[in-house]
T-cell receptor, first 115, second 114 residues
Framework: EPEVTQTPSHQVTQMGQEVILRCVPI?????FYWYRQILGQKVEFLVS????????KSEIFDDQFSVERPDGSNFTLKIRSTKLEDSAMYFC?????????????FGPGTRLLVL | AQSVTQLDSQVPVFEEAPVELRCNYS??????LFWYVQYPNQGLQLLLK??????LVKGINGFEAEFNKSQTSFHLRKPSVHISDTAEYFC????????????FGTGTKLQVIP
């Protein structure tokens, strides 16, 4: 069964450094998303992406965040200058056109720790 | 705007006993409803979903949920839990148009006691 994959599974970085989180969505999906889950808190929406542009973003997704689909398979989240409060689990998700696109399938997540 | 309320942050239950995890939602538009499960140190796995039709939906691992529009609820049930069901369960909604953000509840930790 096709699934969303994410790399790395864990990332430790110093405050102020740039990080890039990578995702490979399900191959025939067209809609891509990033969410994050701060430890002990609920999963929060960051951004959605379709047709090579952002379709919606939350107030969390400020100028230090960016997303890109650099090729036909990868979907990336870049944090330009990490802060301590960026420490969280980051989930990528994708949904397809068939079946209404309503069901988002999530990857296993990247646990980011900012020191 | 939408919101999802999971009033029970933790639910302890003995093995082989039934369980119900409660979920209520609020939305000004029609929504689709989901339950996701997160096993320790893992990602989010889709358990079941309600899009339309029969209000009783069945999912994986013997779970089922019932959509109640008048009570704006989507409670998750299992008649007999196993140790392996120990996990965190998230109720979630999305506008029925799809392709939009999922709004999650705060999660309920199910602790199955041997």
């Amino acid at each position: 069964e096709p699934e969303v994959t994410q790399t790395p599974s864990h990332q430790v970085t110093q405050m102020g450094q740039e990080v890039i989180l990578r995702c490979v969505p399900i191959s025939n999906h067209l809609y891509f998303y990033w969410y994050r889950q701060i430890l002990g808190q609920k999963v929060e929406f960051l951004v959605s992406f379709y047709n090579n542009e952002i379709s919606e973003k939350s107030e969390i997704f400020d100028d230090q965040f960016s997303v890109e689909r650099p090729d036909g398979s990868n979907f990336t989240l870049k944090i330009r200058s990490t802060k301590l409060e960026d420490s969280a689990m980051y989930f990528c998700a994708s949904s397809g056109r068939t079946g209404g696109g309503e069901t988002q399938y999530f990857g296993p997540g990247t646990r980011l720790l900012v020191l | 705007a939408q919101s999802v309320t999971q009033l029970d942050s933790q639910v302890p239950v003995f093995e082989e006993a039934p369980v119900e995890l409660r979920c209520n939602y609020s939305s000004s538009v029609s929504v689709y409803l989901f339950w996701y499960v997160q096993y320790p140190n893992q990602g989010l796995q889709l358990l079941l979903k309600y899009l339309s039709g029969s209000t009783l939906v069945k999912g994986i691992n013997g779970f089922e949920a019932e959509f109640n529009k008048s009570q704006t609820s989507f409670h998750l049930r299992k008649p007999s839990v196993h140790i392996s069901d120990t996990a965190e369960y998230f109720c979630a909604v999305i506008n029925s148009g799809g392709y939009q953000k999922v709004t999650f509840g705060t999660g309920t930790k199910l602790q199955v006691i041997p």
